[in-house]
Nanobody, 124 residues
Framework: QGQLVESGGGLVQEGGSLNLSCTAS????????MGWFRQAPGKEREFVATISWSGIDTSYTDSVKGRFTISRDNAKNTVYLQMNNLKPEDTAVYLCAVPRAPFLPVHQRTIGSWGQGTQVTVSP
């Protein structure tokens, strides 16, 4: 069973940027899609972005399109989320996630491993 560890969260002003990282240890996820979710206080966890195992295909929730970019470095077993033009509504705990089997898509129902999360706070 692998472990996912996120980093890069913090406090930033509206319009600012953050780059989140998620590194997998204990096993390789090279054949797995990877993704990011977020959960704000009092709200349900929501999908943010996903990237295919090859890194070629990406997908985003509508509210972050054009502002966030997901990427991965399989040699480092790491997935990134570059977040630009941040808004107060982006404030949440951001969690890295991997499906329970290779080649499964990233979806709430397919996730087998979650990171512990990293807090992102955007002030007005």
């Amino acid at each position: 069973q692998g472990q996912l560890v996120e980093s890069g969260g913090g406090l930033v002003q509206e319009g600012g940027s953050l780059n989140l990282s998620c590194t997998a240890s204990g096993r390789t996820f090279r054949s797995y899609a990877m993704g990011w979710f977020r959960q704000a206080p009092g709200k349900e966890r929501e999908f943010v972005a996903t990237i295919s195992w090859s890194g070629i295909d990406t997908s985003y929730t509508d509210s972050v399109k054009g502002r966030f970019t997901i990427s991965r470095d399989n040699a480092k077993n790491t997935v990134y989320l570059q977040m630009n033009n941040l808004k107060p509504e982006d404030t949440a705990v951001y969690l890295c996630a991997v499906p329970r089997a290779p080649f499964l898509p990233v979806h709430q129902r397919t996730i087998g491993s979650w990171g512990q999360g990293t807090q992102v706070t955007v002030s007005p």
